[in-house]
């Protein structure tokens, strides 16, 4: 039996953490269905052919997709034993995808292989102690802006996911990048029922409800089945035309059952790209991949920790070697298995507004995972504008860590200021972090306190140069 006092609550310093086996489970579900929509959306970023014609195929990676994510997330819960859940990263599959169809003699094997090389590298950095030791280095200044611009980041992609916030076409006479709804109107049910759903959630959490977020998720997502099953609205875009009011990705829809197809899983090729490409080409879109996965886990991570309460008054996260340890692991199975590297998910705030506090959190969301590679019916009953809400609110609460921001030190609050707006400005945690890391390093040499930057910083300052000048050094070196 559940209890407190027992060995899986010692075990999970569940009790300890000031959380309870309710809070955990209704936590990872909270997790899993805000971030399932990967197995659907990692299919259509990969689906591209390479230089010889190949594809991975959609329902050999959705199934891979969630398996891998299922495992990772277990094993993250079960070894860190904190409620972050892991899959394929966004960000890094769309890089992935988008050199695979830029480079020609380069296949999809070619390109994995370069995800397993970046993660067995990660993986070295980490055993050796480097990664850690760049996350204690950190100014708690900057540490807390990441809180924050994961807070905006995660906000932004509630808002865009649900359509309240739309992308402008890049034309002549454009002026801003975003805006209201559909031409500057709110449009459709699948709106309404994210405002619905948001007015729900905040309404739930103001009054302290128990289950507010999943609450939330439920609610919105019992509403959007009954609104398209009478209705028929469909998703916004069906591979041909576009719908303004239809939904954003996913249309409520029950699905057969089906075998998972896990047949990508072994098929990378390590050391293709270096065949294809040339040593230096191939050397390069590797450090991409791994500046990346290296710098967008340690923010996510800052940020879940804090919020979760987990991170001590020193900055420092409980078994935060076995957290990067498989953060690294989840590039390595990621590329091997072909869906791309897998990372920690920002989503997992969903699950930590919930209450979740404990690895088996991440349990119950990895074994959901492990389910969903059977029967899809549960990711595709759920719209983003059901998950959308509890982004937001989750959001607002990562924001409210602002005030710890010693804003007078203009050697932090500068930093900590590009820190936090270009997250979701450039839709990138490591740009970011990227931009706060080199700014502090140069504002602090400018005050004449180039003494108080730990070396390491100095090191992560000239590697994220060099990250914002890959393009430069690649036109220079006439790689395409």
């Not at 997502?221 to 035309?241: A, C, Q, R, Y």
């Not at 239809?246 to 050391?271: C, H, M, Q, R």
């Not at 995972?369 to 990711?379: C, D, G, Q, S």
Request: a neutral charge; aromatic letters at 10%; charged letters at 10%.
């Amino acid at each position: 039996m559940l209890k407190q006092g027992s060995a899986l609550d010692r075990y999970f310093k569940i009790s300890e953490r000031g959380s309870n086996f309710s809070r955990e489970i209704r936590g990872g579900f909270a997790t899993f269905f805000a971030m399932s929509y990967i197995v659907v959306l990692n299919p259509l970023i990969l689906s591209g052919p390479d230089s010889s014609g190949g594809t991975l195929g959609f329902p050999a990676v959705a199934a891979v997709t969630a398996f891998v994510a299922g495992i990772l997330t277990i094993l993250m819960g079960a070894w860190a034993k904190h409620p972050f859940a892991l899959a394929t990263g966004l960000g890094v599959n769309a890089f992935v995808a988008v050199t695979v169809a830029t480079n020609p003699g380069l296949t999809w094997p070619d390109m994995m292989g370069l995800v397993v090389l970046s993660g067995v590298t990660m993986l070295i950095l980490v055993l050796t102690g480097f990664r850690t030791a760049v996350f204690k280095a950190v100014p708690e200044g900057l540490k807390t802006a990441i809180v924050v611009g994961i807070g905006l980041f995660i906000a932004l992609i509630g808002l865009v996911n649900a359509g309240f916030v739309r992308r402008i076409p890049d034309v002549a006479g454009t002026t801003v990048p975003v805006g209201l709804g559909f031409d500057g109107k709110l449009l459709g049910w699948p709106t309404l029922v994210f405002v619905l759903g948001l007015v729900l959630t905040i309404a739930l959490v103001v009054r302290k409800v128990k289950g507010a977020i999943l609450i939330g998720i439920v609610s919105s997502t019992i509403l959007s089945v009954i609104l398209e099953f009478t209705l028929h609205i469909g998703p916004s875009f069906d591979g041909k035309n576009f719908n303004p009011q239809g939904w954003s990705l996913v249309a409520p829809k029950f699905t057969e059952w089906a075998a998972p197809d896990l047949s990508l899983i072994g098929k990378a090729n390590p050391f293709g790209a270096f065949e294809h490409l040339g040593f230096v080409a191939a050397t390069l879109l590797a450090f991409v991949i791994l500046l990346s996965i290296f710098f967008d886990a340690m923010g996510t991570m800052v940020g879940l920790a804090t919020e979760a309460g987990t991170i001590d008054k020193d900055g420092n996260i409980p078994n935060v070697d076995r957290v990067l340890q498989i953060d690294a692991l989840g590039a390595i199975v990621g590329g091997g298995a072909s869906v791309s590297s897998n990372q920690i998910y920002v989503e997992s705030g969903a699950g930590i507004g919930e209450g979740a506090r404990t690895g088996l959190a991440s349990i119950v969301t990895g074994l959901l995972f492990l389910v969903a590679m059977f029967f899809t019916p549960l990711i595709n009953l759920v719209p983003f504008e059901a998950v959308a809400p509890a982004l937001v609110v989750v959001g607002f609460m990562m924001v409210s860590q602002v005030g710890k921001i010693d804003w007078q030190d203009w050697g932090i609050a500068i930093p900590a200021f590009l820190t936090f707006t270009l997250m979701p400005f450039t839709y990138s945690i490591a740009n970011g972090l990227g931009a706060g890391f080199i700014s502090f390093v140069l504002i602090r040499l400018v005050q004449g306190r180039a003494r108080e930057v730990h070396p390491l910083m100095w090191a992560v300052a000239a590697a994220f140069l060099l990250f914002f000048g890959i393009g430069p050094i690649e036109a220079a070196l006439g790689i395409h």
